[in-house]
Each structure stands twice: as C-alpha cells, then as structure tokens.
C-alpha cells in the first residue's frame, strides 16, 4: 500500500494573556515575555502592561493587542483615524524623537548580536513628520480603494492620509465618488498618486480595457483636480492634459526627469538631506572613478558625476538606465556610463568590481545587495562604500560580508524617511582597511 506522507502541523494555540512590554523591535512591535515565551504586540510599547489574544508557535507568541492595563507615559494619541486597521502607519501612538530612539535602539541591539562594531554613530536625518509622502499607491478591489488592512490583504477605505503630501491627501474624497460610478471597475489594478511640483499625477494601472464612458469620468476628475492623467496596460499613456506633461525634481542644482511610472524616493525633503549626507561621507573627487549601484534614473549618479572624474551607474531596469542617461544629457553631464546589469548576477558583478573604483554607493532594494558585497569583499574592492539601505535585515548579512572582506563600518545614522512607519532607512560608510 502507498503510504502518503503528510507533515503534521505545527501545533498553534490561541490565549489572551496579560503581558509587560519591555522593548520594541525592528518591526514597531512592542516585546515581552511571558511563560518562557517571547511575545510580539503591534502597537504595544515598552513599559506597557497589556492584554493581548496571543498565538503561540513553539516558543513565539504573536499577539492582537486586546487593551491597555497600564500605558505608557511616551503614549500619545494617532492623529489619523484609520490607525490600527490600515497597515500603514504602526508608530503613530508614538512622538516621532521617540520612534527614532527605539527604532537605533533596536539597530543597536542587533549589530550586537552580529557582533558588528560601529566606529561613529551619527544623528539621524529627520524632516516632517507628516504630510511627507509624495508617491502613494491605493489598492482597488471589491468596490473599494484605500490601502492594505494589518496583516490581512482586506482594503481600508481612506479619505485622508496624515502622512501624504496635502495635494495627495486631497484627491481621496473625490476618488472614493469616483470609484462606485466606473462600470468597469474589474480593469483597475492599482492606482498610484504621485506630486511632483508645479504637477500632480495619477497613474492607473489597467487590467484590460476601459469602457469609453469610464474613460470619459477619469478625464473629467483630472480637469476638475487639474491632475496630469495616466493609464497603463501596456504602454503608459496620457490622457489629460492633451500637451505632454513633464514630470521632474530638482536636486543638487539638477533637473531630474521622471516618468510617472518610475522609481522614486518617497520622500522628497529627506531625499534632498540623504543625497547631501552621502555626497559629504563619501566625499568624491575629481580624479576618481566612481560606481553607483542601483541608479534608477540617476538620483545619486547625477550628483557624482558633479563631483568625480567618472560615473559607472548600474542599474537591473533598462528603461531606468535610459532614464539616467536622458537625465545626464538634460544637465550636460558627460562622464555617466549607465549600463544594465542584474546585480545579482555573480559573475557578472565580479567582473565589474574588478574593474576597478576608488569609491562606490549602493543603494538596493529590500533583498539588498549580496552578489555585489560578496565581490567587493573578494580583494579588489575600492576604498570607500556607501551603502544606502531600506531594510536592516539584508543591510545586516552585507555588512558581515564586506566585514569580513577587510571593511570598517566607519559611519552610520538612521534616515527618518517614513516617519510614523516602523520602516527603518540607514546609511552607512565602509571604509577598506590596510
Ligand atoms: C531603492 S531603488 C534606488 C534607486 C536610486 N538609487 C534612487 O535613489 O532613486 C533600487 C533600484 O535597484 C534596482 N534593482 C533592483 N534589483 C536589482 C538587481 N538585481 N540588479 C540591478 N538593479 C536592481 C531597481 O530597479 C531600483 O531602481
């Protein structure tokens, strides 16, 4: 007879348990410990004393925070309404000094743990608090269009975000009218929102074909919120107005170029702050050869090509290259050498490093930049790395790698670039010893 073999599952168990909070980790999730086991509450903070429905696996219990049995003092109260059902902002109960202290606490605590030493810890880059997000991206399903539930795919309807740039916030109203009166709802994939002064854009990612009469009541939002209308099935295509809009910031005396479906920092004041910070530690100069990793359209190799004798910009998405090169020529840059490469390739990254530079900046999306570290750590790597991170995680097993290849952490400071968020952005400057 065959015997099927069928793993058995892992026994969870439902309690609801008082529990004290004695740290918050990487994830803005308070920490406690309770039984033998390891408690994490979102939205509870240390100091807390809460009642929380606990699932436990093994030795790990994650928790619904139920209620407050004693709050803490930092406590303070959301200004948004949807907290705690959109699972965007997680530290709002939170003042903005404080969620920078624990979010470097927790840093702190896990360099420990990796035992990775950091010569000089900086202060971190902060800007507003709210009203900062100049790109937001608005799930559409099942009637509704708002932003991703707390751990669950469910949408939260919104009409007003705390942490979008005022002219974004401000188009929600009228998009939640707009919404029930399209007949052909099934098509919208996502929507995404994007200021860029003196425009405002909104890009809406297709699934199939609009019916005319839709396409007409998109037109007539756009002319009524004077926003630059996009869609996108294939191809992007502007429907309003009826001129090309250029769509751009200026950054470092530049004029950077965008598409409205292109990579860029979310947040534009601490953009302006992190390109300024990496410019002065990592200090280029003009007769030095300088690589960018993950370029995208040239935030950071435009202001290197300022700066060094020349630029190699490497980036995995052609049409950001091509983004990059446009955007050099607009400035009249000519030492940009912009190539498509996937960094993940290791061969390929090998024999780039092996080019040979004097200094290089990452700056990689969350799975990091493995390859890349694991070649500079070969011997030929330049002196000097900055590395640009949006996720502790990775930006910690690349620094162990290029530890072991002989770098120095020298610098390293947070970027307050989502505040209210437990996103956590660090910049960090290795500098090769002997
Ligand atoms: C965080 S963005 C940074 C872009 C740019 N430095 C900036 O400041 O706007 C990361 C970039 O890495 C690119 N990327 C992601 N994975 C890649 C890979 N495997 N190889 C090359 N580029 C990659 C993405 O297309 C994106 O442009």
């Not at 892992?10 to 999730?29: N, P």
């Not at 269009?145 to 007003?160: E, T």
């Not at 004097?358 to 969350?366: I, S």
């Not at 770098?407 to 209210?420: E, K, P, V, W």
């Amino acid at each position: 007879m065959v015997q099927i073999y069928r793993p058995q599952k892992r026994q969870q168990q439902t309690v609801v348990q008082e529990v004290t909070i004695t740290d918050l980790d990487l994830h803005g999730q308070g920490v406690g410990r309770h039984n033998g086991l390891v408690c994490f509450v979102p939205g509870a903070l240390p100091g807390e004393k809460v009642k929380a429905r606990l699932t436990v696996k093994g030795k790990v219990a994650t928790g619904r925070l139920q209620g407050l049995l004693v709050a803490s003092d930092e406590r303070v109260e959301p200004r948004c309404e949807y907290v705690g059902r959109c699972g965007g902002c997680q530290l709002q109960h939170l003042p903005v000094a404080s969620q920078l202290n624990y979010k470097e606490a927790a840093l702190k605590g896990e360099l420990q743990r990796a035992g990775i030493a950091v010569a000089q810890w900086q202060p971190a880059l902060t800007g507003a608090e709210f009203g900062y997000r100049r790109t937001l991206r608005l799930a559409i399903f099942d009637g509704k269009l708002g932003f991703r539930a707390v751990g669950s795919q469910n949408i939260i309807p919104v009409s007003h975000c705390a942490v979008a740039e005022p002219a974004l916030s401000k188009l929600l109203p009228s998009l939640q009218g707009l919404l029930p009166r399209l007949k052909g709802q099934r098509h919208l994939g996502h929507l995404e929102l994007l200021h860029l002064p003196p425009h405002t854009a909104a890009l809406w990612r297709l699934t199939g074909a609009l019916p005319k009469a839709d396409m007409e009541k998109l037109i007539a939002w756009a002319q009524a919120e004077d926003v630059v209308l996009y869609t996108q099935q294939q191809e992007i295509t502007q429907h309003w107005p009826q001129q090309p809009q250029a769509l751009g910031y200026r950054l470092d005396d530049l004029e950077l170029s965008v598409g409205p479906a292109d990579f860029i920092q979310v947040n534009g004041s601490i953009n302006q702050a992190m390109v300024a910070q990496a410019l002065a530690w990592l200090a280029p100069s003009q007769d030095e050869r300088v690589l960018d990793a993950y370029s995208g359209l040239g935030n950071f190799s435009l202001p290197l090509c300022k700066r060094a004798k020349a630029v190699v910009a490497v980036e995995g998405v052609a049409a950001m290259t091509e983004r990059n090169r446009h955007n050099a020529e607009l400035n009249g840059l000519t030492n940009l050498d912009a190539r498509t490469l996937d960094l993940d390739d290791q061969s390929a990254v090998a024999a780039l490093v092996a080019e040979g530079f004097e200094a290089a900046l990452l700056d990689p999306a969350r799975p990091g930049a493995q390859a890349l570290c694991q070649a500079l750590a070969s011997g030929t790597g330049p002196g000097r790395v900055l590395y640009v991170s949006c996720n502790p995680s990775t930006w910690k097993r690349d620094a162990a790698l290029l530890a072991q290849g002989g770098y120095r952490l020298l610098r390293l400071g947070l970027m307050d670039m989502f505040s209210q968020t437990a996103h956590v952005e660090l910049m960090a400057l290795f500098i090769r010893e002997g």
